[in-house]
């Protein structure tokens, strides 16, 4: 007899990978969409979007909450829309930062999500005024807003064929230009767009 433990340690566990929306997915939020999962149990998922630039670069959110921006390398930089939940607040994706002289697996900042095998996504100022010296992680994606779904809910759109999945690959995020990290996501599986669409045929 299989006991609800034994079924929640079959389910399926997608932290530290892409969701990557199939073409019948209209929703604006989520329309050829690519998202990093930095949470998934069977209590839900969280994550963000990685390929749906928004209107602000860094710098004004940097002028936004009154820090300077002295990292030449994220100057230019864009700011994501990383879901329609809080929308208002910041979210910083980036590679692991780990206090060498802690003990291991301290965090180097106050509200941070570390993603096992993955990323870390930090909440808290801290990062953003670390940035602002200079310092701070060398790879980093900002977003305002992230992606959630309730208890079974990304399971069901899976399902329903919204959502092909992969395991994420930080290149894409960090390496990759925006606009090239579906089809860059979709590669991952061996995919190209034309394969998904209804379209198939028109470039």
């Known amino acids: 007899m299989t006991t609800p433990t034994d079924s929640m340690n079959d389910a399926i566990n997608l932290t530290h ?36 630039p928004s209107d602000m670069t860094l710098r004004s959110l940097f002028e936004k909450v009154e820090l300077p ?6 100057d230019s930089s864009i700011v994501f829309q990383g879901g329609p939940v809080h929308t208002e607040r910041g979210f910083v994706l980036h590679e692991p930062m780990l206090k060498m002289t802690e003990t ?22 801290d990062v953003l005024e670390a940035l602002a010296t200079g310092a701070g992680p060398k790879r980093v994606l900002v977003s305002l807003g992230y992606s959630a779904w309730a ?25 990759t230009p925006s606009e090239q990290r579906y089809d860059k996501a979709l590669s991952l599986l061996g995919l190209q767009a034309w394969m998904l669409s209804p379209d198939a045929g028109h470039a």
Not at 104 to 125: I, N, Q, R
Not at 151 to 175: C, H, K, M, R, Y
Request: net charge negative; with cysteine; hydrophobic share 40%.
């Open 151 to 175: 208890q079974g809910q990304l399971e069901s759109e899976i399902a329903e064929n919204s959502w092909l999945t992969v395991e994420a690959d930080p290149s894409v995020i960090f390496d």
């Open 69 to 74: 921006l002295t990292r030449p390398d994220l």
């Open 104 to 125: 291991d697996g301290e965090t180097v900042y106050a509200s941070t999500l570390c993603v096992p095998g993955g990323l870390e996504m930090t909440t808290s100022k």
């Open 17 to 52: 990978h892409f969701l990557i929306a199939m073409p019948g997915l209209a929703d604006d939020s989520f329309s050829r969409s690519v998202v990093y999962l930095c949470e998934h149990s069977e209590r839900g998922a969280l994550g963000l979007v990685i390929n749906k």
